[in-house]
Protein backbone atom coordinates (compact mmCIF):
# COMPACT_ATOMS: atom_id res chain seq x y z
CA UNK A 1 0.00 0.00 0.00
CA UNK A 2 1.37 3.42 -0.63
CA UNK A 3 1.13 4.75 3.07
CA UNK A 4 1.77 8.63 1.99
CA UNK A 5 -0.41 8.84 -0.94
CA UNK A 6 -3.39 7.17 1.84
CA UNK A 7 -2.40 9.61 4.33
CA UNK A 8 -2.79 12.31 1.56
CA UNK A 9 -6.40 11.55 0.20
CA UNK A 10 -7.76 10.78 4.05
CA UNK A 11 -6.79 14.67 5.12
CA UNK A 12 -8.48 15.89 2.33
CA UNK A 13 -11.61 14.19 3.96
CA UNK A 14 -11.16 16.21 7.46
CA UNK A 15 -12.12 19.06 5.26
CA UNK A 16 -15.76 18.21 6.03
CA UNK A 17 -17.46 17.88 8.89
CA UNK A 18 -17.87 14.03 10.82
CA UNK A 19 -21.21 13.56 11.11
CA UNK A 20 -23.26 10.28 11.68
CA UNK A 21 -26.86 10.79 10.55
CA UNK A 22 -27.97 7.57 11.70
CA UNK A 23 -25.73 4.57 13.58
CA UNK A 24 -24.40 2.29 11.62
CA UNK A 25 -26.71 -0.25 9.96
CA UNK A 26 -26.38 -3.02 7.35
CA UNK A 27 -28.78 -1.79 5.16
CA UNK A 28 -26.84 1.91 4.32
CA UNK A 29 -23.56 -0.43 4.58
CA UNK A 30 -24.84 -2.56 1.10
CA UNK A 31 -25.94 1.09 -0.01
CA UNK A 32 -22.29 2.14 0.10
CA UNK A 33 -19.99 -0.38 -0.02
CA UNK A 34 -18.28 1.39 -3.18
CA UNK A 35 -16.12 2.34 -0.90
CA UNK A 36 -14.20 -0.80 -0.66
CA UNK A 37 -13.35 0.26 -4.47
CA UNK A 38 -12.61 3.92 -4.09
CA UNK A 39 -9.14 4.94 -3.66
CA UNK A 40 -9.50 9.26 -3.93
CA UNK A 41 -11.56 11.93 -2.20
CA UNK A 42 -12.13 13.10 -5.70
CA UNK A 43 -13.81 9.52 -6.50
CA UNK A 44 -15.43 9.61 -3.30
CA UNK A 45 -16.85 13.02 -4.08
CA UNK A 46 -18.34 12.17 -7.47
CA UNK A 47 -19.90 8.69 -6.63
CA UNK A 48 -22.10 10.49 -3.35
CA UNK A 49 -22.78 14.15 -5.11
CA UNK A 50 -26.50 13.12 -5.66
CA UNK A 51 -26.69 11.75 -2.06
CA UNK A 52 -29.09 13.06 0.36
CA UNK A 53 -26.62 14.92 2.98
CA UNK A 54 -26.95 12.37 6.08
CA UNK A 55 -26.32 8.80 3.27
CA UNK A 56 -23.44 10.92 2.30
CA UNK A 57 -21.95 11.88 5.39
CA UNK A 58 -22.53 8.03 5.96
CA UNK A 59 -20.37 7.14 3.00
CA UNK A 60 -18.10 9.82 3.78
CA UNK A 61 -17.46 8.35 6.83
CA UNK A 62 -17.21 4.68 5.98
CA UNK A 63 -14.60 5.22 3.73
CA UNK A 64 -12.64 7.15 5.77
CA UNK A 65 -12.78 4.57 8.52
CA UNK A 66 -11.55 1.94 6.09
CA UNK A 67 -8.86 2.79 4.00
CA UNK A 68 -7.23 4.42 7.46
CA UNK A 69 -7.91 0.24 9.01
CA UNK A 70 -6.55 -0.99 5.96
CA UNK A 71 -3.07 1.47 6.34
CA UNK A 72 -2.89 0.42 9.78
CA UNK A 73 -3.29 -3.84 8.91
CA UNK A 74 -0.52 -2.85 6.39
CA UNK A 75 1.97 -1.32 8.49
CA UNK A 76 1.64 -4.13 10.86
CA UNK A 77 1.92 -6.67 8.60
CA UNK A 78 5.28 -4.85 7.05
CA UNK A 79 6.69 -6.43 10.61
CA UNK A 80 8.65 -9.89 10.63
CA UNK A 81 6.51 -10.54 13.92
CA UNK A 82 3.72 -9.85 12.37
CA UNK A 83 0.92 -12.95 10.20
CA UNK A 84 -1.41 -10.88 8.21
CA UNK A 85 -4.65 -12.81 7.85
CA UNK A 86 -5.76 -13.65 4.31
CA UNK A 87 -9.08 -14.45 4.97
CA UNK A 88 -10.87 -11.63 4.35
CA UNK A 89 -13.79 -12.74 5.37
CA UNK A 90 -12.58 -13.76 8.86
CA UNK A 91 -14.22 -11.23 10.71
CA UNK A 92 -12.48 -11.64 14.53
CA UNK A 93 -8.92 -12.37 13.07
CA UNK A 94 -6.72 -9.25 11.23
CA UNK A 95 -3.16 -10.78 12.27
CA UNK A 96 -1.30 -12.49 14.48
CA UNK A 97 1.81 -11.24 16.34
CA UNK A 98 3.65 -14.05 17.80
CA UNK A 99 1.35 -16.67 16.85
CA UNK A 100 -1.65 -14.35 18.86
CA UNK A 101 -4.54 -13.43 17.23
CA UNK A 102 -5.81 -9.99 17.26
CA UNK A 103 -8.85 -8.20 15.64
CA UNK A 104 -7.66 -4.68 15.59
CA UNK A 105 -9.34 -1.67 16.30
CA UNK A 106 -8.62 2.79 15.85
CA UNK A 107 -10.95 4.28 18.32
CA UNK A 108 -11.30 7.98 18.98
CA UNK A 109 -11.26 8.31 23.01
CA UNK A 110 -15.05 8.38 23.82
CA UNK A 111 -16.73 10.86 25.14
CA UNK A 112 -18.89 8.40 27.14
CA UNK A 113 -16.49 7.04 29.30
CA UNK A 114 -16.96 8.35 32.69
CA UNK A 115 -12.98 9.14 32.92
CA UNK A 116 -10.67 11.35 31.81
CA UNK A 117 -8.12 11.22 29.47
CA UNK A 118 -5.18 10.94 32.34
CA UNK A 119 -7.48 8.59 34.16
CA UNK A 120 -7.85 6.30 31.22
CA UNK A 121 -3.88 6.20 30.68
CA UNK A 122 -3.81 4.77 34.52
CA UNK A 123 -6.57 2.12 34.11
CA UNK A 124 -6.13 0.73 30.53
CA UNK A 125 -8.05 -2.50 32.03
CA UNK A 126 -11.22 -0.17 32.11
CA UNK A 127 -11.48 1.70 29.13
CA UNK A 128 -11.03 -1.77 27.43
CA UNK A 129 -13.65 -3.12 29.06
CA UNK A 130 -15.60 -0.28 28.19
CA UNK A 131 -14.61 -0.44 25.06
CA UNK A 132 -16.01 -3.93 24.63
CA UNK A 133 -19.37 -3.56 26.18
CA UNK A 134 -19.75 -0.44 23.58
CA UNK A 135 -19.11 -1.76 20.37
CA UNK A 136 -21.03 -1.52 17.39
CA UNK A 137 -23.59 -3.39 17.38
CA UNK A 138 -23.18 -4.51 13.73
CA UNK A 139 -20.50 -6.33 11.64
CA UNK A 140 -17.71 -7.01 13.49
CA UNK A 141 -18.82 -7.09 17.05
CA UNK A 142 -17.23 -9.67 19.23
CA UNK A 143 -15.61 -10.92 22.58
CA UNK A 144 -12.60 -12.02 20.86
CA UNK A 145 -8.84 -10.61 21.55
CA UNK A 146 -8.58 -7.28 20.03
CA UNK A 147 -5.62 -4.63 19.62
CA UNK A 148 -7.63 -0.98 20.20
CA UNK A 149 -5.04 1.73 19.14
CA UNK A 150 -6.69 4.60 20.79
CA UNK A 151 -6.62 8.64 19.28
CA UNK A 152 -6.55 11.26 21.70
CA UNK A 153 -6.09 14.80 20.59
CA UNK A 154 -5.74 17.33 23.54
CA UNK A 155 -5.38 20.36 21.38
CA UNK A 156 -8.66 20.02 19.29
CA UNK A 157 -10.00 17.78 20.78
CA UNK A 158 -11.32 16.24 17.21
CA UNK A 159 -9.51 12.57 17.84
CA UNK A 160 -11.29 11.88 14.99
CA UNK A 161 -9.08 13.62 12.32
CA UNK A 162 -5.82 11.34 13.85
CA UNK A 163 -7.10 8.52 11.51
CA UNK A 164 -6.02 10.41 8.98
CA UNK A 165 -2.28 10.84 10.52
CA UNK A 166 -0.71 7.48 8.53
CA UNK A 167 2.68 8.42 9.48
CA UNK A 168 2.07 9.01 12.76
CA UNK A 169 0.18 5.96 13.56
CA UNK A 170 3.33 3.90 11.92
CA UNK A 171 5.66 5.44 14.41
CA UNK A 172 3.33 3.84 17.07
CA UNK A 173 2.47 0.35 15.78
CA UNK A 174 6.15 0.25 14.85
CA UNK A 175 7.32 0.92 18.34
CA UNK A 176 4.46 -1.21 20.41
CA UNK A 177 5.11 -4.63 18.01
CA UNK A 178 9.42 -3.81 18.14
CA UNK A 179 8.69 -3.84 22.06
CA UNK A 180 5.69 -6.20 22.15
CA UNK A 181 5.68 -9.33 24.78
CA UNK A 182 2.99 -11.53 25.79
CA UNK A 183 3.09 -11.02 29.35
CA UNK A 184 2.30 -7.03 28.81
CA UNK A 185 -1.41 -7.96 27.26
CA UNK A 186 -4.46 -7.81 29.64
CA UNK A 187 -6.52 -10.94 30.05
CA UNK A 188 -10.57 -11.20 30.45
CA UNK A 189 -13.00 -13.07 30.22
CA UNK A 190 -16.55 -11.59 29.14
CA UNK A 191 -18.59 -14.72 29.86
CA UNK A 192 -16.76 -16.55 26.20
CA UNK A 193 -14.04 -17.66 27.68
CA UNK A 194 -10.82 -16.24 28.21
CA UNK A 195 -9.27 -13.05 25.59
CA UNK A 196 -6.09 -11.20 25.73
CA UNK A 197 -6.43 -7.13 24.85
CA UNK A 198 -3.81 -4.26 24.60
CA UNK A 199 -4.02 -0.48 23.93
CA UNK A 200 -1.57 1.31 21.44
CA UNK A 201 -2.17 5.12 22.93
CA UNK A 202 -1.30 7.72 19.21
CA UNK A 203 -1.76 11.06 21.22
CA UNK A 204 -0.92 14.62 20.84
CA UNK A 205 -1.45 17.80 22.94
CA UNK A 206 -2.19 15.33 25.70
CA UNK A 207 0.81 16.75 28.53
Known sequence: MDLPRVEKELK??????????????????????????????????????????????????????????????????????????RNSYDKLVDFSI??????????????????????????????????????SQQGRKHLKNRLFIMLYDGETMQHWKMKAEITRLQSAIDHYVANFSSKQLYCFDFGEGEIFSDMIWVTKGAG
Open 98 to 135: DQIPFDHKTSVFPRGFSRPYSDAREHEDALITWLYAHQ
Open 12 to 85: KRTAYPYRWGRKQSDRWDQQTNFIYTTYSMAMLLRKTEHFQADLRDYAFNRWYNFWSAMAVEDIFASHERVDPN
